[in-house]
């Protein structure tokens, strides 16, 4: 039976999944299956986005029969010709006679090649930049040459803001059902499988990919549909600052690879006593024996670690077999801008060191640190002297001793110097922060949080007004939940949240609602993401306090928009009605809402933000002066005042300091 997922209404992905592969390309091992991707567009025209790998063509052509309901194909494009996608073209093409190829010249000749047959009279050749309306899409084509053979090329979507990558953004593993990389916690399990597919397939072709990501980076761009591995509608910048690393050979991270090729075990004993050492000196080692892990997954960690480190026995008067295959496949793989240490043994005439150096000193930006440590059979105590010095040059360069401060004077708080405007240019997102005491929910708005540490556990800081009673009850329960607003948020929402207290009111009273595994509330509305967070560190701001915390749960919850601090302030609040200039009127110092009107009645409540008539300001036509003061720039309150507000004046609704006030006359 047909196996597909929906993309979007109008774009289904038809590929499948092969779990039975034992080596991808015949030489990098799949242990987690892999995914061939295709796509099939649904629009006035249908299209066809590439084929799959003949071991899974059958349900591949089961989900284009079923997705195309009756309807005959009119195009296929050709993405890449490597046959993992194009081995089931000539099938399609048989099955579907009056589709048209969309290709560059290079496929349509690869084609020949591989079937040698003759299609040109249903091609369409495409060049860089050309495109193809197929109704309410166009698709748009930007040559990808070597990414990861010559004739890659790419689609773009202008109506859907889509990218179809080809090889780019792939991953080894199968999908087992979930298409989108936010199904999966893809940093976490999937991003190392992703690093081993880039760096094999196609880490030699750094400079290609980065000049198709320049292309890329003028594309506004809303989902990307790679080949392989997970389709991207989210955070996919993340993934793409991966890519900026691993296609300019940039180390992740500051750490040695320790790889070892070992016959009876002293090679081994060597890298083991360095391995130790170098824990010693806090140094993260990756470490592996190059006869038991396959060169692809060593290649992978190398392009990730900053320094490496080789160890060999010396075998038939050359370095051992299984170290020769690795870093024959790691100069293969054009790695550069590494540091290399390198250990020999021999029990007459080692030349391993030798060997090794060779091997990669014809790459770019290589540079051997000291001289080869040479072993005689095993590692003497003599040497040991030696490893520390390795081991103490490495952990020089990865772990140096703090620079003395320089000297210059403190800067000294000057409140002229600092303007307040120059914070608004942070793109702070708004927030609504949740937690619970003693079986009460509480909330507040927050424009403050912001993820601070990426590894395991990863953390975040939020920081609340103190006079915010929220503010307490985060500190009483050591937890809160973060819900991510969206830009569909109404005003209404930040009326309840950010206007009132809750020492006054119950900002919950009478709503039931959804609440993650720590029991605390949070939106399932007009909000894209929810974080639960463990308090670790509290730091007293002065006027905020500023929490640390571990999350422990975080799940997607829509596709919305973020919204901004800025876009809540362009959109979501209301904009400021100027009081009428020829009629008596009552205008709310909240919101600004205008009553027009000589008598405000006593129980009047504004349709806006629900304050009552004491927080409406009369306004009498050709009044002889206006009132001076200061408004609040988040909540609107207007605070008359004649000279300056105290330095401790916080505003009595939404409890921002005298910062967030500017001058206002009304
Ligand atoms: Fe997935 Fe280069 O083929």
């Known amino acids: 039976m047909y196996c597909t997922r929906t993309i979007q ?10 779990r039975r592969l034992v080596c991808f390309e015949g030489v990098y ?16 025209k249908t299209v066809l986005f590439d084929t799959v790998d003949k071991a899974v063509y059958s349900v591949f052509l089961e989900n284009v029969e079923h997705t195309l309901a009756g309807r005959k194909l009119d195009y296929l494009v050709v993405h890449h010709m490597e046959p993992d996608h194009a081995a089931t073209q000539e099938l399609l093409l048989s099955r579907y006679p009056e589709a048209k190829i969309v290709c560059n ?33 166009t698709l748009q084509f930007i040559m990808a040459p070597m990414v990861h053979w010559p004739e890659v090329m790419m689609s773009y979507d202008t109506a859907d803001k889509i990218l179809f990558t080809a090889d780019a953004f792939g991953t080894f593993g199968a999908l087992n059902g979930r298409l989108f990389a936010d199904e999966t916690d893809f940093f976490t399990e999937n991003l190392d499988e992703a690093r081993r597919y880039y760096t094999n397939i196609v880490g030699k072709y750094g400079p290609q990919v980065q000049a198709v990501l320049k292309k890329a980076a003028k594309l506004e761009i809303a989902l990307v549909c790679p080949l392989h591995g997970f389709v991207w509608r989210s955070h996919f910048g993340d993934f793409l600052e991966k ?7 940039t180390p992740e991270e500051k750490s040695v690879l320790l790889a070892y090729a070992s016959v009876y075990g002293h090679t081994e004993n060597a890298a083991n006593v360095l391995a130790c050492k170098l824990a010693e000196r806090g140094v993260r080692v990756r470490m592996y024996d190059t006869s038991v892990t396959p060169a692809s997954y060593i290649v992978s960690d190398a392009f990730r670690c900053s320094h490496l480190v080789f160890a060999a026995t010396t075998y038939n008067a050359g370095m051992f077999v299984t170290m020769e295959n690795l870093l024959h496949d790691i100069a293969a793989h054009n790695l550069q801008g590494r540091t290399v240490a390198l250990i020999e043994n021999g029990s007459w005439a080692p030349t391993s060191g030798k060997l090794m150096r060779e091997a990669l000193s014809g790459l770019k930006n290589i540079r051997f640190l000291g001289d080869t440590l040479s072993l005689k059979s095993a590692l003497s105590e003599g040497q040991e002297a030696q490893l520390d010095a390795l081991a103490d040059a490495l952990a020089a360069e990865l772990n140096p001793a703090p620079a003395a401060a320089e000297a210059a004077p403190s800067a000294v708080y000057n409140a002229e110097a600092v303007d307040r405007k120059a914070f608004n240019k942070l793109s702070y997102g708004v927030e609504l922060l ?53 830009e569909d948020a109404p005003y209404s929402l930040f009326q309840q949240f950010g206007f009132q207290s809750g020492r006054d009111v119950d900002k919950f009273a009478g709503e039931d609602g959804p609440r993650t595994e720590n029991g605390l509330r949070y939106l399932s509305d007009c909000a894209n993401a929810v974080l639960s967070c463990e308090v ?35 959109h979501i609040k209301p904009k400021k009605n100027p009081a009428p200039e020829q009629k008596e009127c009552w205008v709310c110092k909240v919101c600004g809402y205008v009553y027009e009107g000589a008598e405000l009645p006593d129980d009047y409540v504004c349709p806006l933000c629900k304050h009552g008539k004491d927080d409406f300001e009369h306004v009498v036509p050709n009044a002889p002066k206006k009132q001076k003061g200061y408004v609040c720039t988040v909540c609107g309150y207007f605070e008359p005042c004649e000279g300056e507000l105290p330095a401790d004046y916080v505003c009595p609704l939404c409890k921002h300091p005298r910062e967030d006030f500017e001058p206002a006359e009304r």
């Open 9 to 18: 209404d109008d774009l289904i992905w038809v590929g499948a999944d092969d």
């Open 243 to 249: 890519y900026l690393l691993w296609s300019s050979y």
């Open 434 to 486: 949740t937690t619970r005491v003693d079986g009460r929910d509480y909330g507040c708005i927050i424009n403050s949080a912001c993820q601070v540490a990426s590894g395991d556990p990863k953390q975040v800081s939020i920081s609340v007004i103190a006079k915010n009673f929220t503010c307490d009850m985060v500190k009483k329960a050591g937890r809160f939940n973060v819900s991510i607003l969206t």
């Open 105 to 137: 010249a290079k496929s349509a000749q690869m084609l020949r090649q591989f079937t040698g047959k003759d299609y040109s009279a249903r091609t369409v050749l495409v060049k860089e930049g050309e495109t193809l309306c197929t109704g309410r899409h």
């Open 536 to 570: 670790t560190e509290v730091k007293d701001l002065g006027p905020s306090v500023l929490f640390i915390a571990n999350v422990v749960e975080a799940k997607v919850l829509s596709r919305g928009k973020s919204c901004t601090y800025d876009y809540y302030h362009a």
């Open 29 to 44: 091992g799949v242990p987690d299956g892999v995914s061939y991707n295709a796509y099939l567009l649904l629009d006035e």
